[in-house]
Nanobody
Framework: QVQLVESGGGSVQSGGSMRLSCAVS????????MAWFRQAPGKEREGVAC???????AYADSVKGRFTISQDNAKNTVYLQLSSLKPDDTAMYYC??????????????WGQGTQVTVSS
């Protein structure tokens, strides 16, 4: 059974930092990327960052230079470091495993989500 379990969300002030974790079990992403998506209230879910097993990464323009995706292959865990946070980053953040980077329609598995709230 595949499980993606996120942790690390919470509340932070604008300009602050936070690290999200996604523990992956039952699935080895050898050829396909792992990704983080987010969905703010009243908005569509959007891709934030993705990473391949090789270490290749990609980011949405809105988070480039502020967010960093990484992985610990030994622990089968993917991380998202959020820095210079803004109130607009407030959203539910989801870990996902899919066929192609940042494409919601190609996601195989979703985590349950972790809430990030940024106050001004």
């Amino acid at each position: 059974q595949v499980q993606l379990v996120e942790s690390g969300g919470g509340s932070v002030q604008s300009g602050g930092s936070m690290r999200l974790s996604c523990a992956v079990s039952g699935y080895t992403y050898s050829n396909y990327p792992m990704a983080w998506f987010r969905q703010a209230p009243g908005k569509e879910r959007e891709g934030v960052a993705c990473i391949y097993r090789t270490g290749t990464t990609a980011y949405a323009d809105s988070v480039k230079g502020r967010f960093t995706i990484s992985q610990d292959n030994a622990k089968n865990t993917v991380y998202l470091q959020l820095s210079s946070l803004k109130p607009d980053d407030t959203a539910m953040y989801y870990c996902a495993a899919g066929r192609r980077c940042l494409r919601q329609q190609d996601v195989f598995y979703w985590g349950q989500g972790t809430q990030v709230t940024v106050s001004s």
